[in-house]
């Protein structure tokens, strides 16, 4: 078995995209770093700004195991507070270690969607009262076209923290605006029924740094994925794309990943969660494409439908 410490991976991608040819900081400036936390299929992306400003988006699940890998992540990134939390949705793979986390970590300030109307049965009480204890009820409601105010690093490139969707809602659109939009472009992708989860309603991040961007849409589905490419693409062009649900292939929608034309992506998957060999389809048929880096080896899949091992963080079901 070969397992790598979460936060080294990380350094694996860093060192990847300054290989592609991406944007590179100069050895005595601070750059812009990414660090993907593995919280067994979960979702917990670390950013530091040139500023050395900690951005986190989401927190893994509620289990001291994630907290955990979260600190030291932070701790190996050279921070020792989280500045900005966003927490995409509601579900416990990306909200539950927030209650944990804070018990470690001081945080600043924190960001979602707003919790949706009713009782939703995706939306876990105990989770809830959680993330409201923790945040004292004061936390900051985004909206899609919204900007996280970041500091900037004299001398750097600017950086910037944009909102692209929230709350099913994305770029341009009118509050309530439905799922589905019409659009003749082609090839079709055809929508599929309207997504009754929380999924839909995630917070989708572009991050950039001078040149570079990158794209967080947390677990974001089809139809809304679909609003963002067509009839006009109005996230535009990035480099590294983080994959969005995992890889699972009720999201990824292939108009989408085309517009996209990103140069690496990263699956955040689990050893039996997400990485689809229908999602792999739609990445190896997209031209700009150079790397995909994951997460786990999906156990599941065939290896035409996992990254090569030396872009994969842990070939083994069993991670510690």
Known sequence: MRTRWPAVFAAVVVAQIAAAGLAAAAPEKKGLEIYWIDVEGGAATLIVTPAGESVLVDSGWPLPRDADRIQQAAREAGVSRIDHLVTTHWHGDHVGGVGMLVQRLPVGRFYDHGFPPGKPSDVDAILRAAYLLATQGHSTILHAGDEIGLRQAPGAPPVGLRVVASDGIVV???????????????????????????????????????????????????????????????????????????????????????????????????????????????????????????????????PADNAPPELTANDDEACT
């Open 172 to 302: 341009g659109e009118a509050p309530c605006s439905p799922q589905t939009r019409p659009c003749t472009a082609q090839p079709a992708h055809i929508a599929i029924p309207d997504d009754t989860s929380d999924n839909y309603r995630s917070v989708g991040l572009r991050l950039s740094f001078g040149g570079f961007d990158f794209l967080d849409l947390g677990d974001l589905t089809w139809n809304v994925e679909h609003k963002l490419a067509c009839p006009k693409n109005v996230v535009g062009v990035v480099d590294v794309y983080q994959v969005t649900h995992h890889g699972n292939d009720n999201s990824n929608n292939p108009a989408l990943v085309a517009a996209l034309a990103p140069t690496v992506a990263v699956i955040d998957n689990g050893a039996k969660k997400g990485g689809a060999p229908a999602v792999y389809k739609v990445l190896r048929a997209t031209p700009s494409l150079k790397d995909v880096f994951q997460l786990h080896r999906n156990v599941a899949t065939t």
